[in-house]
């Protein structure tokens, strides 16, 4: 990462970073794809074009509740909230996810 | 238009454009200019399209893409009422008759009786030529005490009854049941209880239970029917229980009113003890884990003793008949029924006409949709061309012929109900059976079932083909040849299902006017049958009385030519038989001594207008002490006279030597098919036996409908005698109706169908011919140029129908001879291999072949070269 190139995002992790960023209240798409790119310092690069597919995936699958209201900008947005099934679902892929990161970084530091 | 699902329109295009726009509102928040602005988004977002199509195959679009074809299928199918009327109507046709002919099936054949577990029930009984017979009384205990793979059994009889209930009397139909009938079934009362045992101890006053029918019809529904008190045959019943509302009984469509035990004060002597009183039948489960085969065997077994003991006390002649008796038990879910036994045949081949019926539509629909696919091929390509898939396209073809399919079953299933009700009463045709043929869920999957297939079966073959259009118009040509062989072939289907179905029509309206061809030996026209009926049945000694006074009456009243009686009438269902001695006569070894048998009474020949062939009548001078005589028919005369005159020679049966006073044409009693019996009459004063018997009494109007007669008759029979009541007045003309009624749907139906299968497959020819002659415009054209003759123009269109007809009528005759089995039952006086039929049924699909011919044939004698010539 040393020449500062975005790397892609790891399959299944776009859903759990999604999944964070709704957690922290009602949300539109475009604010979920800024916070996005803020959280990660714009070195995770989310593809626009597949944000949208994830987001309605999810709410397939309901882990997010969508509905349509009013933006700061006054125009109509489709605001995304996190289900209770959701939270858990969150929980359950950080969970993973801290574990996978802990062996990694344990493989990684074995290997110095 | 609303669509449920429209609600839930997730407004992805909404929800990507606000983000794009934030997207700019944000850039222009940066400092940049709104057109930089707006292509700095358009290259980070990309087509908006395109990403919609994305989410939209996450979303999952099956039902989406579905209601937009359906509203596309609706806008189309508007644009073109004519096709979209025919279409719908020929889908109507042919699913209607297909669910008004199943809903009978369904009615008829298909439903268990309302019991526990029906499909354990079994039917144990005698077997007279494979169908069940009944029995008596001693074979029924046998049955129910020695089968070991039974758990119960039950015998009932049903009888009509005057019953008197709260002072009035009510002719009820009652199911008289021994004990164990609501165990064996296993049913549960709506009120009150059910039959048990203590209803049959001789010291308590028996219950009986009535049905719900009975309790809304004769009781309104009232609570306080239970307890109330019942005469039934001058012996005291108490009403104890109401039968849920789904129970109509163990014989479909003959629900009772009343069911009462069937205690031994309701059986003559006769009827419990006599071993060939056969009077019951019985009903059975199979005990847990036993099976139908395992009963069926033990039933021959014990069937086999039976009749072996019962030979041994017979006379020699009879043993044999007597050791020929089967018996067998067979599974019975739907109980006694007697209508599945009577019309599940013609069912069936009305089953297998509407499926070639729907078969014949479908096709036809095939090709319409052909052509209309034929006419959509810009539309058709200009989709291809801009990417639509392919199987895209068929979907969409397909939802049209769902939509026609869909709209034709509704219509189907609404009209069904009707034409089934209509149907039923023609095959019950006065005989009292109530059974409802309303849809049932298997009516309603059925139709659904057969909407689809025919959807497919009519729209997917036209769709593939649509489809396979080219977007390069150069081998436009080539398809359009292939097109024309495709139609082809649809009008050698059209034509070969057609055949079939004329052969079915010829067969089954030659049956009929086979039928009314036969001499029946008296002539119905003008008659009156007139049945009666006593609520206590007569003494021995007032019984006489009583009818003699009747046919009197009845023989005097205004616009009556004369009346008489009998105890059986033609095609009313048979004779008795009764051995008998002939004077002169030696019976061979084995031939049997069998004669119908009727009593009747003075002018019975003279009203029926039987020729009197020699000797008299029977008349006022034979009375019960005068000489013992007896009528013969010309079949006995014949058989046991031969060229001798039979006036004067005696006949003795039961003991009794009967002088012959006449000879009388040959008449059939059991049914217009039945072969004729011979027969002896004897006088209604000489009958021996001191039970009273049953007669019927039939009256020759002078003029008019005799059925005009009614009213008066039913005062009449009161006035006779105040315990007698009318049953029935009918038409003699009914009753011979009754006779053939199923020959009489089958020639309708048959022959209806058989036409409309005509002119479908005439205009199938039609269209085909006249697409080829517009298309050959050219060729003709040319021809006629170099000198063809508009004789040979017409020939050219002629050897094309002669090459169709014959490929269609040589595999319809092949398919209708494959099928004869099927029919061959239930015809008369011809077979179903009789070539006469398949001529007449070529030559009507010929003519009518050519009749769709002439128009086309004259259109290509009349091209002008000239015309033709430019018309490239």
């Known amino acids: 990462m040393a020449d500062g190139s975005k790397s892609d995002l790891l399959q299944g992790t776009l859903d759990m970073l999604i999944l964070k960023v709704v957690a922290l209240g009602p949300i539109h798409g475009y604010a979920i794809a800024q916070r996005l790119e803020q959280m990660s310092d714009a070195v995770l690069q989310v593809q626009q074009g597949s944000l949208y597919p994830a987001l309605h995936r999810l709410e397939k699958r309901r882990w997010l509740r969508a509905e349509w209201a009013q933006s700061d900008t006054g125009r109509e947005a489709r605001f995304y909230t996190l289900t209770a099934p959701g939270r858990k679902q969150l929980d359950e892929q950080r969970a993973y996810w801290d574990r996978l990161s802990t062996a990694i970084t344990g493989v990684l530091r074995t290997a110095e | ?872």
């Open chain 2, 1 to 872: 238009m609303w669509w449920p699902w429209r609600r839930r329109d997730p407004r992805i295009a909404d929800e990507l454009r606000f983000h794009r726009e934030s997207l700019i509102d944000d850039y222009i928040a940066a400092g940049m200019d709104r057109a930089e602005a707006t292509r700095r988004a358009f290259l980070k977002l990309g087509n908006l399209a395109h990403l919609e199509e994305d989410v939209r195959d996450v979303r999952g679009r099956w039902l989406e893409d579905l209601s937009r074809d359906l509203r596309y299928a609706f806008r189309t199918l508007r644009r073109s009422p004519g096709f979209s009327i025919i279409a719908v109507l020929s889908f109507a046709l042919g699913i209607g008759a297909n669910v008004a002919i199943f809903s009978l099936v369904s009615a008829v054949m298909l439903r268990s009786l309302p019991v526990r577990a029906p499909h354990r029930l079994v039917q144990i009984t005698r077997l007279l030529e494979g169908h069940p017979g009944q029995v008596s009384y001693p074979l029924f205990a046998q049955f129910r005490d020695q089968i070991k793979s039974i758990s119960g059994a039950f015998a009932n009889a049903s009888v009509t009854e005057a019953a008197l209930i709260d002072g009035q009397e009510d002719f009820v139909t009652a199911e008289l049941v021994t004990a164990g009938y609501y165990q064996v079934l296993g049913l549960e009362p709506a009120a009150g209880r059910l039959l048990g045992p203590a209803d049959l101890q001789p010291s308590s006053t028996p219950g009986v239970v009535i049905s719900d029918g009975y309790w809304q019809r004769r009781f309104g529904r009232s609570p306080t029917v239970l307890g109330k008190p019942v005469t039934l045959r001058d012996r005291a019943f108490t009403i104890v229980g109401v039968t849920p509302p789904s129970f109509l009984g163990v014989r479909p469509g003959q629900p009772p009113d009343l069911t009462v035990p069937l205690i031994d004060s309701l059986m003559s002597d006769a009827q419990r003890r006599a071993t060939d009183f056969n009077w019951l039948r019985v009903l059975a489960r199979l005990a847990p884990g036993a099976t139908v085969t395992q009963a069926n065997a033990e039933a021959q077994v014990i069937f086999g003793a039976f009749v072996e003991s019962q030979a041994a006390h017979a006379s020699e002649k009879d043993r044999p008949g007597i050791l020929g008796q089967r018996a067998g038990a067979f599974r019975a879910p739907d109980g006694f029924n007697v209508l599945r036994d009577n019309i599940s045949q013609p069912l069936m081949i009305l089953m297998g006409i509407v499926g070639l019926i729907l078969l014949l539509a479908c096709v036809n629909l095939s090709g319409l949709l052909l052509a209309r696919a034929e006419m959509r091929q810009r539309e058709i390509s200009i989709r291809l061309a801009i990417g639509a898939g392919r199987g895209r396209l068929v979907r969409q073809f397909l939802t049209e012929s769902l939509v026609l399919a869909s709209a034709g079953a509704l219509i189907g299933l609404l009209s069904a109900n009707w034409v089934s009700a209509w149907l039923f009463r023609m095959f019950v045709n006065g005989r009292s059976f109530n059974l409802s043929v309303s849809p049932d869920w298997r009516v309603f999957v059925f139709t659904a079932a057969i909407a689809i297939i025919s959807c497919v079966v009519a729209g997917l073959t036209p769709a593939l083909r649509a489809v396979r259009a080219n977007v390069n118009p150069a081998l436009k040509e080539v398809r359009a040849q292939g097109q024309g062989r495709f139609g082809r072939g649809l009008v050698v289907t059209q034509l070969a299902i057609s055949m079939v179905l004329v052969v079915a029509a010829t067969l089954f309206v030659g049956t009929l006017l086979a039928l009314n061809a036969v001499d029946r030996g008296f002539d119905p026209e003008g008659l009156l049958v007139v049945r009666v009926r006593s609520a206590q049945p007569y003494s021995a000694a007032r019984a006489p009385v009583v009818q003699q006074a009747l046919r009197d009456r009845l023989a005097s009243l205004p616009g009556v030519a004369t009346a008489s009686a009998s105890q059986m009438l033609p095609l009313t269902g048979g004779l008795w038989d009764r051995g008998v001695q002939v004077e002169g006569y030696l019976f061979q070894p084995g031939e049997p001594d069998h004669v119908g048998f009727n009593v009747i009474a003075p002018a019975y020949f003279s009203t029926l207008a039987t020729p009197l062939l020699a000797g008299r009548e029977f008349d006022e001078r034979d009375t019960a002490a005068s000489l013992k005589v007896a009528i013969v028919n010309e079949s006995f005369a014949r058989h046991f006279f031969r060229n001798q005159s039979a006036i004067g020679r005696h006949v003795t049966s039961v003991g009794v030597t009967c002088e012959i006073v006449g000879v009388v044409a040959d008449a059939k009693y059991q049914d217009l098919r039945s072969d004729i019996m011979k027969t002896m009459y004897i006088p209604w004063t000489q009958r021996e036996g001191d039970q009273p018997a049953r007669y019927s009494y039939v009256v020759r109007t002078v003029s008019g409908d005799p059925q005009r007669l009614s009213p008066t008759v039913e005062r009449l029979v009161g006035d006779v005698d105040s315990g007698l009541h009318l049953a029935t007045a009918t038409d003699y003309d009914t009753i011979v109706n009754r006779a053939m009624s199923t020959e009489r749907i089958m020639a309708a139906l048959g022959g209806f169908f058989g036409l409309l299968a005509i002119v479908v497959a005439g205009l199938g020819v039609f269209g085909v011919l006249a697409f080829q002659v517009a298309r050959r415009t050219n060729e003709l054209g040319v021809r006629m140029a170099l000198g063809a003759s508009p004789t040979a123009m017409v020939g050219l269109v002629l050897r094309d129908v002669a090459a169709m007809v014959g490929a269609g009528v040589t595999i319809g005759t092949v398919g209708a001879l494959a099928a004869t089995g099927l029919v061959r039952n239930i015809l008369f006086g011809l077979t179903a291999t009789d070539p006469r039929v398949f001529l007449v049924a070529a030559i009507a699909m010929a003519s009518a072949a050519l009749l769709a011919a002439w128009l086309p044939a004259r259109r290509a004698a009349r091209v002008d070269p000239v015309v033709a010539l430019r018309h490239e």
